[in-house]
């Protein structure tokens, strides 16, 4: 055997030499047998050998059609697994039903009489078979079911128990049993106790308007149908309807004549009415007694016409024909579809057409037109049929500015994380001609972005930021948070998910203009990639040679490590169901089982990279996930998830347009949306030459018929929210084939549509109402419509919360008269620095409290920890320590309070650069900040060129935090020359807040040569590593120094536990930008947002 051409996958021959004989059917040369959509004729000796069927299905069937004395029977093995180069041999094919099909039922009750309301008697029901032997069938679980003529006389149970009903009427009932299509029936009578006249109870007589004292009532025969009234109520018809049933024959004539039931259209249960039965002179009481001949009017199959779309990546492509006649009373239809009914199908060309089970499934082969003939008892129809092979394909690109880090997509927007170039819109309304809609310029590198509603969340390593895309031609910047190294993001609900270098961080994006830090969780490895199951509460990172971690996010103020698991060198990771599935560089698309969290499990990976290639990132559609490849000429892997345990390389989505290697990926229902670069081999960078590019990887058809599911999972039916508060809508859909969209309702309306997954949507909830009506619906390629059941939530005013504190002074003591607010609502605290602010909003995000106060003529400030609101209750955030760390971000345009080292070179700026097309440094908050850069030929401290900025002030008597952040540059290539150093100096030593230098970002002090003179031994509160850096930076700095080739970290912004033996005392905080061995100008590090917290 040999591999297929590019090793999409390996081959196998597949051999069976007999068939299972359900029905006495002998494979022969009148035979075809068909794998996927390969088909191969049978030898006369029942032998057949089909070679090259992909080795890459996992479990496939092998289906067989012969042609038997005009007739066309078909069958299937088992499932099986085609080895890779090798040989399957004898697997068996079943023809027909292998279930035993029953001729006859008899049902029998130990009493068919109940005399009192609510009485109850257990049926027994015996199925008869061919062979003469009987089966109980009694239980629901044997498939058996049961149906009563009147529910208001008596009731009948799944495992068939005939109960009289409560508050009931005397009467009698008919009892149906059916099993695999055989019924049996028998009468119960309900007589409660109380009169009766000439053996008709007196209540049943009332209630069908009958006098009972009447004498000759019972004897009387008002519908004139042959029966009289006692007979109408022995058994159980209305007097004055003189065919119940509707069969076209009198209740009488039934009774009397045919010996048929009067309450059962169809006595015997073969579909054919007893009017029709006798009027084409078969037996209604025998169901194998029937002439459709002569029975029907109509003989239809539905669809006329179908085309067979084989996907290469699917594997099977069927059409399910279902055959229909109308019979002569123009009233009743059949469903012929089953052979077992007469019918028989034919096609034109088995190896186009073939069949399947069940009847009537039409199996593609190869390409080509068919024709299904299907006839039954002399009627004739047809059905035209087209199989077409779809294989991935590449349609378009446009290259884009920047890095091409990433990408997201919705509708016909693709929206792309450009590195340098920040945020890029695509226009993809023709996917095979996209082009630049918009652009926005974002501080940072955009490294990762995801969709939800219409707002974009970018990843740009010194920051979040949140982009108003609600017009995509007109993208608007809402928010932007600080951050140490954001590489990706997800978001669910009001909560933002930032993988962050080196942590975990969780945000509150309730309000985009006011985006609150909730929680950091450290974890090793680095953290690149993130996915959450909102509905279990778990958030998975991809942690490069740390593998996955699983944490519990279902409390986001205290995210907490479940677990890990080792995959290799996970980059990137997508959720479905119970299972991860991560774009792993080293073991390509790998699943890990989640269904413990605690104890996530490698349960399967491409284990051949020619298939399954080095991967950056992935994206779940379905059963299938795609990946961002690094390792093919420039190709996307398709990995078929159907089975997480196995995972199944399906193919290779080429674009041969030239060799790049793939960043970031995107998928809609059938479309693939690639971000690439043309050199570089990772990502999370600021320039390069990049492309989107744009496949199609399942054709846009579906002709199946089948409708989607869909579900809203959250909120819950009856659930409550706060009116002017934020909703997370959340909504599970899946489709046999592909869901092509979600449509979110809001009182009927649609709101919003998704067309990628996860399919959420935020609802601002209005004011004034007081509930509201959410809906769902899915929409599949053939325009099949799922609908999800209706949630109705109820909307609550926001009841508000009262924030209480205390504001302290540096010694603890409290301080009266400070003017406190939050969220523009203020208050004054009392003499002993007590406070409380009623009435604050709780849908504006997490609470956090700014205090302002004179002391000795001085104004101190500080501001209180971030708090999530208590809904209706009091939020407490604790001590808020006013200090006089002063002018602490800047924003006076100038360095008062702050002492600048002689010699240094220090400026207050609102940006930094740009040089080319870098992104400038910007503030990390507010509109200034200070950058520090080496002084040439200077000598500050002893030993060391560069600039230094320091402020002393007293330090909390209590518990406190200082917050700052930095982002720090040089050109310098050697190790350890140029640094950063933000340092604490006290009494009691001095202690490094933070560091990094121009070897990877290293703390300074981290090898050799020895720290710069003049550190002194302390504790170290900074992380074990600082963030790595970017190459290829050029600066410009308003002529404060050049650097033509330098490298950069991403901004830090940290907090550091002030240590427990400077509490109180006199401090010094002192930044240094500063070299080490030389004096050239060739380094600077920006500074802002100092703070001092309470804790």
């Known amino acids: 055997m040999t591999r297929l051409l590019l090793r999409i996958c390996a081959i196998a021959a597949l051999g069976v030499g007999l068939a299972h004989d359900a029905r006495a059917q002998q494979l022969n040369e009148n035979c075809t047998v068909s794998v996927l959509n390969r088909t191969v004729r049978v030898n006369a000796d029942g032998s057949w050998v089909l070679p090259n069927v992909p080795a890459n299905f996992g479990i496939v069937r092998a289906r067989a059609t012969c042609i038997v004395n005009g007739k066309t029977v078909s069958g299937e093995s088992d499932l099986f697994a085609v080895p890779a180069n090798g040989v399957v041999n004898h697997k068996p094919i079943i023809f027909g039903n292998t279930t035993p099909i029953p001729v006859s039922l008899t049902v029998s009750a130990p009493v068919t009489t109940l005399t009192e309301s609510g009485a109850m008697v257990q049926l027994e029901v015996q199925a008869h078979y061919p062979n003469g032997t009987a089966t109980d069938v009694t239980a629901a679980s044997s498939g058996t079911q049961y149906t009563t003529s009147n529910a208001a006389i008596a009731t009948v149970s799944a495992g068939g128990i005939v109960q009289a009903a409560a508050g009931g009427t005397s009467g009698t009932v008919l009892i149906q049993a059916t099993h695999e299509g055989a019924s049996g029936l028998l009468s119960v009578q309900v007589a409660l106790s109380g009169a009766s006249h000439g053996g008709i109870p007196d209540s049943w007589a009332i209630a069908n308007g009958l006098n009972p004292n009447e004498p000759v009532m019972p004897f009387e025969d008002p519908d004139r149908d042959g029966l009289t009234n006692l007979e109408e109520f022995q058994n159980g018809t209305d007097p004055h309807n003189p065919d119940v049933d509707g069969d076209g024959l009198k209740d009488g004539d039934e009774v009397h004549i045919h010996h048929t039931s009067p309450l059962l259209a169809d006595t015997d249960g073969d579909g054919i009415p007893d009017g029709v039965e006798i009027q084409t002179a078969t037996n209604p009481l025998d169901p194998a007694s029937f002439d459709l001949s002569t029975a029907l009017a109509t003989f239809t199959v539905t669809p006329a016409s179908f085309v067979l779309d084989f996907n290469t990546i699917v594997g099977v492509a069927s059409q399910q024909l279902a055959v229909k006649g109308t019979l002569i009373d123009n009233k009743t239809t059949l469903d012929l579809t089953s052979t077992s009914k007469g019918t028989n199908y034919v096609s034109s060309d088995l190896t186009i057409c073939n069949f399947g089970v069940p009847d009537g499934n039409v199996f593609a082969g190869n390409n080509g037109s068919c024709t299904i003939t299907i006839t039954n008892s002399g009627f004739t129809a047809q059905a035209v049929g087209v199989v077409q092979t779809f294989t991935p394909t590449a349609l378009s690109f446009i290259p884009l500015p920047g890095f091409a880090n990433g990408v997201a997509v919705n509708g016909n927007f693709a929206y792309v994380a450009a590195g340098s170039s920040g945020l890029q819109v695509v226009d993809v309304t023709d996917r095979s001609h996209p082009l630049i809609a918009a652009s926005l310029s974002l501080p940072g590198n955009a490294n990762g972005i995801k969709l939800l509603g219409t707002l974009a969340y970018v990843a740009a390593g010194t920051a979040l930021h949140v982009v108003d895309v609600a017009n995509p031609l007109m993208p608007v910047l809402r928010g932007s948070l600080a951050t140490s190294n954001a590489l990706a993001v997800a978001v669910r609900g009001t909560v933002a998910y930032v993988a962050n270098g080196s942590s975990l961080l969780l945000v509150n994006v309730s309000n985009p203009a006011s985006i609150v830090p909730i929680a950091t969780l450290p974890l090793a490895g680095t953290i690149q990639g993130i996915d959450v199951d909102a509905q279990r509460g778990l958030a998975v990172t991809a942690a490069g040679f740390g593998g996955v971690h699983v944490i519990d996010v279902s409390n986001p103020d205290m995210p907490l490590l479940l677990g890990s698991a080792s995959t290799g060198d996970a980059r990137a990771v997508g959720l479905r169901d119970t299972f991860a599935f991560v774009a792993d560089y080293s073991n390509s698309t790998t699943s890990v089982d989640l269904t413990n969290p605690s104890n996530p499990v490698v349960r399967s990976h491409i284990l051949d990279s020619n298939l399954g290639g080095f991967l950056q990132d992935i994206a779940v559609s379905g059963n299938f996930a795609l990946g961002a490849d690094v390792k093919f000429v420039n190709g996307v892997p398709i990995t078929d998830i159907t089975d997480p345990t196995q995972l199944q390389a399906r193919a290779i989505l080429n674009f041969p347009q030239r060799d790049d290697n793939g960043t970031g990926i995107a998928v809609d229902g059938n479309f693939v949306y690639l971000t690439t670069d043309h050199g570089a081999l990772g990502k999370f960078q600021a320039f390069g030459d990049g492309r989107l590019y744009i496949g199609q990887y399942l054709a846009l058809v579906d002709t199946k018929g089948v409708a989607p599911t869909a579900s809203i999972t959250s909120p819950a039916n009856g659930s409550s929210v706060v009116e002017g508060s934020t909703l997370p809508v959340i909504v599970d859909a899946r489709d046999d084939v592909a869901v092509a969209g979600v449509n979110f309702l809001v009182n009927g309306a649609v709101a919003f549509t998704a067309t990628s997954s996860p399919y959420q949507y935020n609802l601002k909830i209005p004011v004034g109402i007081s509930s509201l009506t959410l809906g769902a619906t899915a929409v599949d390629l053939g325009g099949n419509i799922g609908t999800a059941p209706n949630v109705v939530v109820n909307v609550i005013p926001d009841p508000g919360t009262t924030v209480t504190g205390r504001v302290i002074d540096m010694n603890g003591a409290g301080v009266?008269?400070?003017?406190?607010?939050?969220?523009?609502?203020?208050?004054?605290?009392?003499?002993?620095?007590?406070?409380?602010?009623?009435?604050?909003?709780?849908?504006?995000?997490?609470i956090v409290v700014t205090a302002s106060a004179t002391i000795n003529g001085t104004l101190q400030t500080g501001l209180s920890g971030s708090f999530?609101?208590?809904?209706?209750?009091?939020?407490?955030?604790?001590?808020?320590?006013?200090?006089?760390?002063?002018?602490?971000?800047?924003?006076?345009?100038?360095?008062?309070?702050?002492?600048?080292?002689?010699?240094s070179n220090v400026h207050v700026m609102s940006s930094l650069g740009p040089q080319g097309a870098f992104t400038p440094i910007v503030p990390a908050?507010?509109?200034?900040?200070?950058?520090?850069?080496?002084?040439?030929?200077?000598?500050?401290?002893?030993?060391?060129?560069g600039s230094v900025i320091t402020q002393t002030f007293a330090a909390p008597a209590v518990p406190s935090e200082i917050d700052f952040c930095y982002q720090f540059v040089s050109n310098d290539s050697g190790g350890f020359e140029d640094f950063f150093l933000a340092q604490l100096v006290s009494s009691a030593g001095t202690f490094t807040l933070a560091s990094a230098d121009n070897s990877g970002g290293s703390p300074a002090g981290g090898g050799a040569p020895p720290p710069p003179p003049g550190l002194s031994p302390g504790a170290v509160l900074t992380p074990p590593s600082a963030p790595a850096f970017s190459s290829g930076v050029n600066i410009l700095g308003s002529g404060l120094y050049f650097i033509p080739s330098s490298t950069m970290t991403n901004r830090v912004c940290a907090s550091f536990t002030l240590p427990a033996q400077v509490l109180g005392t006199q401090v010094t905080l002192k930044f240094t930008s500063g070299n080490a061995i030389d004096n050239s100008v060739e380094s600077a590090v920006a500074i802002d947002a100092v703070k001092i917290r309470g804790k």
């Open 925 to 945: 908050e507010g509109q200034f900040m200070a950058v520090l850069s080496n002084a040439a030929s200077a000598a500050t401290p002893p030993g060391t060129s």
């Open 868 to 903: 999530a609101p208590v809904v209706g209750g009091t939020t407490d955030v604790g001590n808020v320590v006013v200090t006089l760390l002063n002018n602490g971000g800047f924003e006076s345009g100038t360095l008062a309070g702050w002492t600048v080292a002689p010699g």
């Open 816 to 846: 009266g008269g400070a003017i406190v607010s939050t969220f523009s609502r203020t208050s004054t605290t009392a003499n002993d620095g007590t406070f409380s602010i009623p009435g604050v909003a709780t849908v504006l995000g997490n």
